[in-house]
């Protein structure tokens, strides 16, 4: 099994992971600073949202070069640094790479924009107006949503095509010096050593060369979360072999937010393709409910098992709200930590859930995010002073309660949640079963999920009490970890506690 299959992967945000320069935004020299509580915690690898050159209209989502750190952040030297001192400690470096689409301030789409006549006119999707003007097709933006995907250059009288903002323009991937540029980007990052790509909006780099109309009933959605055209397959494939060319198993991970696609499952092809993918928005967007859970993991079992890929989890990211918020309460909030790092696949965990942190409650005033996403993307409090840590004020207000929720005072109580993250992550890596392991769902009570893992004579059974009423589960074994931290190390007695998961060694 590779690393990427039975590791776990930790997101970083970087802006609000922690400062070291003191200019309230996060940047990759306070993530060094803060490398040796990651390793503490146990995670096999770290994926850092965009940390390139931008305008930051999206936040790094805008990228205006891929071969340089902004100077928000940091230089390459402390790139580099960064990188060799996680490598020193075992933990990998994923990098966001954002393919679809550059910043307008990219130099690729300047010289595009300037006359029809650049010979980088076609590295970005160019159209005439439609007949009557206005833009080329009914697609829309994501963001500002509802508005039209095409924004029209008066100077070279075309319109652009952006799946997100207008500082967000599409380039053109049938086209191959796009694809040999690009290509250039992943060895830029491949050669320096890094251990893969989290791979942004995979699913818009091919379109459909006709760029037809949606029909009516469809015509609301942003065309980033329908477009699925067959040409994108050829392009993965293209770069599964330049990263694969690379030594120690490099990895593409891909998002693939796709709302009518049946199944996202395309994207690995024939194991040619994505490494791993995210399922979104259904992957973030379960609710916590027994049943649904129960589907969802039947579902992607269904569907990645006889095809032989390897499925990822995950419940929050610096896109959706968080899963704290969503689920309601921290016991809920605990027992997903027990799903999450226990079902057949790699988890992806997003900064600040150690924490058992909810969105933050962001003012109209201090909202910056076009796509209202702020509340997810709230600093993570270090410690319990003013500051929580940060050397000046952050960028975005702190999440709720940062004074008891903070990094230091939940790593000095046992019974915290940042403590029930550790032993997790410790019993998976433990644990053949947890970590590469079959899964078999059991027969359980209503609310209840209960499922066994298994390698060779390893095995483990899990089960996790969705309800609010304790819930008589027959099954025997000894309590390895409870999401409550109750009855740790004693013999299961067949009943588990309102919001209760566990983990059971036979
Ligand atoms: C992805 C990112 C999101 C970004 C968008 C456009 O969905 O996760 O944060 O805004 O792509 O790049």
Same mark, same amino acid.
């Given at each position: 099994?590779?690393?990427?299959?039975?590791?776990?992967?930790?997101?970083?945000?970087?802006?609000?992971?922690?400062?070291?320069?003191?200019?309230?935004?996060?940047?990759?020299?306070?993530?060094?600073?803060?490398?040796?509580?990651?390793?503490?915690?146990?995670?096999?690898?770290?994926?850092?949202?965009?940390?390139?050159?931008?305008?930051?209209?999206?936040?790094?989502?805008?990228?205006?070069?891929?071969?340089?750190?902004?100077?928000?952040?940091?230089?390459?030297?402390?790139?580099?640094?960064?990188?060799?001192?996680?490598?020193?400690?075992?933990? !990998?470096?994923?990098?966001?790479?954002?393919?679809?689409?550059?910043?307008?301030?990219?130099?690729? $789409?300047?010289?595009?924009?300037?006359? /029809?006549?650049?010979?980088?006119?076609?590295?970005?999707?160019?159209?005439?107006?439609?007949?009557?003007?206005?833009?080329?097709?009914?697609?829309?933006?994501?963001?500002?949503?509802?508005?039209?995907?095409?924004?029209?250059?008066?100077?070279?009288?075309?319109?652009?095509?952006?799946?997100?903002?207008?500082?967000?323009?599409?380039?053109?991937?049938?086209?191959?010096?796009?694809?040999?540029?690009?290509? =250039?980007?992943?060895?830029?990052?491949?050669?320096?050593? @890094?251990?893969?790509?989290? @791979?942004?909006?995979?699913?818009?780099?091919?379109?459909?060369? /006709?760029?037809?109309?949606?029909?009516?009933?469809?015509?609301?959605?942003?065309?980033?979360?329908?477009?699925?055209?067959?040409?994108?397959?050829?392009?993965?494939?293209?770069?599964?072999?330049?990263?694969?060319?690379?030594?120690?198993?490099?990895?593409?991970?891909?998002?693939?937010?796709?709302?009518?696609?049946?199944?996202?499952?395309?994207?690995?092809?024939?194991?040619?393709?994505?490494?791993?993918?995210?399922?979104?928005?259904?992957?973030?967007?379960?609710?916590?409910?027994?049943?649904?859970?129960?589907? #969802?993991?039947?579902?992607?079992?269904?569907?990645?098992?006889?095809?032989?890929?390897?499925?990822?989890?995950?419940?929050?990211?610096?896109?959706?709200?968080?899963?704290?918020?969503?689920?309601?309460?921290?016991?809920?909030?605990?027992?997903?930590? @027990?799903?999450?790092?226990?079902?057949?696949?790699?988890? $992806?965990?997003?900064?600040?859930?150690?924490?058992?942190?909810?969105?933050?409650?962001?003012?109209?005033?201090?909202?910056?995010?076009?796509?209202?996403?702020?509340?997810?993307?709230?600093?993570?409090?270090?410690?319990?002073?003013?500051?929580?840590?940060?050397?000046?004020?952050?960028?975005?207000?702190?999440?709720?309660?940062?004074?008891?929720?903070?990094?230091?005072?939940?790593?000095?109580?046992?019974?915290?949640?940042?403590?029930?993250? !550790?032993?997790?992550?410790?019993?998976?890596?433990?644990?053949?079963?947890?970590?590469?392991?079959?899964?078999?769902?059991?027969?359980?009570?209503?609310? @209840?999920?209960?499922?066994?893992?298994?390698?060779?004579?390893?095995?483990?059974?899990?089960?996790?009490?969705?309800?609010? =009423?304790?819930?008589?589960?027959?099954? &025997?074994? #000894?309590?390895?970890?409870? &999401?409550?931290?109750?009855?740790?190390?004693?013999?299961?007695?067949?009943?588990?506690?309102?919001? =209760?998961?566990?983990?059971? !060694?036979?």
């Amino acid at each position: 099994m590779r690393w990427w299959q039975t590791g776990v992967v930790y997101q970083i945000y970087p802006r609000s992971f922690a400062d070291a320069t003191g200019d309230g935004v996060g940047d990759l020299e306070g993530i060094r600073g803060r490398l040796d509580h990651l390793a503490w915690l146990g995670v096999d690898a770290l994926w850092l949202s965009p940390i390139f050159r931008s305008p930051m209209k999206d936040f790094g989502y805008d990228v205006a070069d891929y071969c340089d750190v902004d100077p928000l952040f940091g230089t390459l030297a402390d790139f580099d640094r960064l990188l060799a001192d996680a490598h020193a400690r075992g933990l !990998r470096v994923l990098l966001d790479w954002v393919p679809n689409h550059t910043s307008d301030q990219h130099p690729w $789409f300047r010289e595009s924009r300037a006359s /029809r006549q650049s010979p980088k006119r076609g590295w970005y999707v160019w159209r005439d107006p439609a007949p009557g003007g206005g833009p080329p097709n009914n697609w829309r933006a994501a963001f500002p949503r509802g508005t039209p995907a095409w924004t029209l250059d008066a100077a070279t009288g075309q319109h652009y095509l952006h799946l997100f903002l207008p500082g967000q323009p599409d380039l053109d991937w049938s086209n191959p010096d796009v694809r040999r540029a690009m290509h =250039e980007v992943l060895r830029f990052w491949l050669d320096r050593g @890094v251990d893969g790509f989290r @791979v942004d909006v995979v699913h818009g780099l091919g379109k459909d060369p /006709r760029l037809p109309d949606l029909p009516p009933e469809l015509a609301a959605i942003p065309q980033s979360a329908l477009n699925d055209h067959e040409s994108t397959h050829e392009i993965l494939r293209e770069l599964r072999r330049t990263v694969d060319a690379y030594p120690e198993n490099r990895v593409l991970v891909g998002e693939v937010w796709l709302l009518l696609a049946r199944t996202h499952a395309r994207y690995f092809g024939r194991g040619d393709e994505l490494h791993l993918l995210f399922e979104l928005p259904a992957a973030v967007l379960t609710p916590w409910d027994a049943g649904a859970w129960r589907e #969802r993991v039947a579902d992607v079992a269904g569907r990645l098992d006889p095809i032989g890929a390897w499925p990822t989890w995950v419940l929050s990211n610096h896109d959706v709200p968080r899963h704290r918020t969503r689920f309601g309460s921290e016991a809920a909030a605990r027992s997903a930590a @027990v799903l999450l790092l226990t079902l057949r696949g790699t988890p $992806f965990l997003y900064q600040g859930e150690e924490l058992g942190l909810e969105d933050a409650d962001v003012p109209a005033g201090r909202a910056v995010d076009p796509g209202g996403r702020d509340g997810c993307r709230a600093p993570v409090p270090w410690d319990g002073s003013a500051g929580h840590g940060w050397p000046a004020p952050p960028w975005l207000p702190w999440p709720p309660e940062p004074e008891r929720r903070n990094v230091e005072r939940l790593r000095a109580d046992p019974g915290s949640i940042l403590h029930l993250y !550790r032993r997790l992550l410790a019993l998976r890596r433990a644990s053949p079963a947890l970590h590469a392991g079959s899964l078999r769902l059991l027969d359980a009570p209503a609310r @209840v999920l209960a499922y066994e893992r298994a390698a060779g004579p390893d095995r483990r059974t899990v089960l996790v009490n969705f309800g609010a =009423e304790p819930a008589r589960c027959p099954a &025997s074994g #000894r309590i390895e970890v409870a &999401s409550d931290g109750a009855g740790e190390g004693a013999a299961y007695g067949g009943v588990l506690a309102p919001g =209760e998961a566990v983990v059971l !060694r036979p």
